[in-house]
């Protein structure tokens, strides 16, 4: 009796669940080759979000680097501007100054005084 349900046990086996098991371990086998190549794909995504966050950070930091250079042009140009002005108001004030020695050259002289 023991033998015969060896018997039957191994005919079962080799019947109906050896070939299960052989389709279960194919499926595995290429669910398992797929596993790894999505794992690759997934590396391959970091790694271009690694790169990409760098090149985020150098052009953050480049354009910090720009906007503290045109803050410091802007501060410069208003340094330049009053400059200008100064000049400009001096200029004025030579110019009037010019205008009436000129006026005073062209006017007629008095023979008193003898120039």
């Known amino acids: 009796m023991k033998e015969e349900i060896s018997e039957a046990l191994i005919d079962f086996y080799e019947k109906m669940l050896a070939p ?3 389709e279960i ?3 595995q086998s ?3 080759e797929r596993f790894i ?3 690759g794909h997934f590396d391959s995504v970091y790694k271009r979000f690694d790169r990409l966050e760098d090149e985020y950070h150098t052009i953050t930091y480049g354009l910090k680097r720009i ?3 045109l803050d410091g042009d802007m501060k410069n140009r208003k340094v330049i501007e009053t400059k200008f ?3 400009k108001q001096q200029f004025e004030g030579m ?3 010019l205008a009436a020695i000129e006026k005073e050259i062209a006017r007629p002289q008095s023979p008193s005084s003898g120039r």
């Open 20 to 22: 299960e098991f052989s």
């Open 25 to 27: 371990k194919k499926v």
């Open 30 to 32: 290429d669910q398992g």
């Open 37 to 39: 190549d999505v794992l």
């Open 67 to 69: 906007e503290d250079q």
């Open 85 to 87: 002005w100064e000049l």
């Open 95 to 97: 110019q009037l100054k």
